[in-house]
T-cell receptor, first 116, second 113 residues
């Protein structure tokens, strides 16, 4: 079974530029999560999708961050404009179904963003 | 709200030493508890889990017991190997409208020969 795919793996941009990350979850997983992991901290949930609907985006800085999952499969997370404090690893995860039997989240390798 | 507190690292051990990484939590209701491991340059991998009080999760020689009375989920391994060097995250999940994982800050383990 293929795991969660993310791209790019690394990205370096200057502040005020924009950037986008892509995630393809495990096939059949209805729930998709984006986490931000700042160096030395645990991952923090930014947004959670159930199919193509948003379940929780309470910690997403909506003035600069946006995310979509238009067809209920893959997803993109965008930052525009980026700030220095956005430097982090952005992790995507997926799980089978929040109403199903498994809440276990499977994580992708992450995208390491450096904002200079 | 939900929170997870882990012992600070780094933890440095010699190979074959006994490992304990402490984890305590605060949550409403009856959360599920997890340990995730992150090897250098890789994403998070689920190491073990427990879904109710007194459950013991185990995997790859690691164990953790869900203790509701002390709100703890300490990670243990009887004999660590160099290959266990990684960052370990304790996490809880409260199912409901939004099944959100709450992570601790992570504990770096360094095992030396």
């Amino acid at each position: 079974e293929a795991g969660v795919a993310q791209s790019p793996r690394y990205k370096i941009i200057e502040k005020r530029q924009s950037v986008a990350f892509w995630c393809n979850p495990i096939s059949g997983h209805a729930t998709l999560y984006w986490y931000q992991q700042i160096l030395g901290q645990g991952p923090k949930l930014l947004i959670q999708f159930q199919n193509n609907g948003v379940v929780d985006d309470s910690q997403l800085p909506k003035d600069r961050f946006s995310a979509e999952r238009l067809k209920g499969v893959d997803s993109t997370l965008k930052i525009q404009p980026a700030k220095l404090e956005d430097s982090a690893v952005y992790l995507c995860a997926s799980s089978l179904d929040r109403l199903g039997n498994s809440y276990e989240q499977y994580f992708g390798p992450g995208t390491r963003l450096t904002v200079t | 709200g939900n929170s997870v507190t882990q012992m600070e690292g780094p933890v440095t051990l010699s190979e074959e030493a006994f490992l304990t990484i402490n984890c305590t939590y605060t949550a409403t209701g009856y959360p599920s508890l997890f340990w995730y491991v992150q090897y250098p340059g890789e994403g998070l991998q689920l190491l073990l889990k427990a879904t109710k009080a007194d459950d013991k999760g185990s995997n790859k020689g690691f164990e953790a017991t869900y203790r509701k009375e002390t709100t703890s989920f300490h990670l243990e391994k009887g004999s660590v190997q160099v290959s266990d060097s990684a960052v370990y995250f304790c996490a809880l999940l409260n199912t409901g409208t939004a099944s959100k994982l709450t992570f601790g800050t992570g504990t770096r383990l360094q095992v030396t020969l």
